[in-house]
């Protein structure tokens, strides 16, 4: 099983609807939570942290967490051509020999919006 | 606002060629980081340096070495490339709040440079 895994996609969705991302991830001991956004041939860039249970709001982005089920997703109100990219999920990992916790990376899920 | 910056941005080598990496940071964070970026694989950490005179071996470090020169600036170095170096190649950095635990996964990415080993 790997540490954090998502659909790889292709998620396709018509302009103006809501786009639905998930990441689910092994650890039970993580503790947080991060949503970057990746253009092709492009950098990452963060889009969304979140640190415990519940939903937290952004303009269009919405990240929800459940640690009992050990998921998290984001949710992109009235997506944009714009919005297409690939997303990636990372999480923060328990601590290696080093003490130092590990920040553990999805594939990505690519998200294509319609327009 | 030059946050991260990389260079080269792009470079083609032949096997057994060395280079250098740089990457300088104007955010005064501690925390720097080098990741490979390859088709199916993901990011997967190379090496990174949790404040300045540190450095440790990340996922895959074997054929990488890397310098904290000071608190802006780590390169990463390869001593004799192959073509499994072939690959994407980012510097990010992030501010720990207590060096060495590592609290934040909030990184700031460079543009990354593509190499490409012949």
């Known amino acids: 099983q790997k540490e954090v895994e998502q659909n790889s996609g292709p998620l396709s969705v018509p302009e103006g609807a809501i786009a639905s991302l998930n990441c689910t991830y092994s650890?039970?001991?993580?503790?947080?939570f991060f949503w970057y956004r990746q253009y092709s041939g492009k950098s990452p860039e963060l889009i969304m942290s979140?640190?415990s249970n519940g939903d937290k709001e952004d303009g269009r982005f919405t990240a929800q967490l459940n640690k009992a089920s050990q998921y998290v997703s984001l949710l992109i109100r009235d997506s944009q051509p714009s919005d297409s990219a690939t997303y990636l999920c990372?999480?923060?990992?328990?601590?290696?020999?080093?003490?130092?916790?590990?920040?553990?990376w999805g594939l990505g899920t690519s998200l294509a919006v319609n327009p | 606002n030059a946050g991260v910056t990389q260079t080269p941005k792009f470079q083609v080598l032949k096997t057994g060629q060395s280079m250098t990496l740089q990457c300088a940071q104007d955010?005064?964070?501690?925390?720097m980081y080098w990741y490979r970026q390859d088709p199916g694989m993901g990011l997967r950490l190379i090496y990174y340096?949790?404040?300045?005179?540190?450095?440790d071996k990340g996922e895959v470090p074997n054929g990488y070495n890397v310098s904290r020169l000071n608190k802006r600036e780590f390169s990463l170095r390869l001593e004799s490339a192959a073509p499994s170096q072939t690959s994407v190649y980012f510097c990010?950095?992030?501010?720990?709040?207590?060096?060495?635990?590592?609290?934040?996964?909030?990184?700031?990415f460079g543009e990354g440079s593509r190499l490409t080993v012949l």
């Open positions: 990010a950095s992030t501010h720990e709040e207590n060096a060495g635990v590592g609290l934040s996964g909030e990184l700031f």
């Open positions: 955010m005064n964070h501690n925390s």
């Open positions: 340096s949790a404040s300045e005179g540190t450095t």
């Open positions: 650890d039970r001991v993580s503790q947080s």
């Open positions: 979140i640190y």
């Open positions: 990372a999480v923060k990992g328990v601590r290696n020999a080093g003490n130092n916790r590990k920040l553990i």
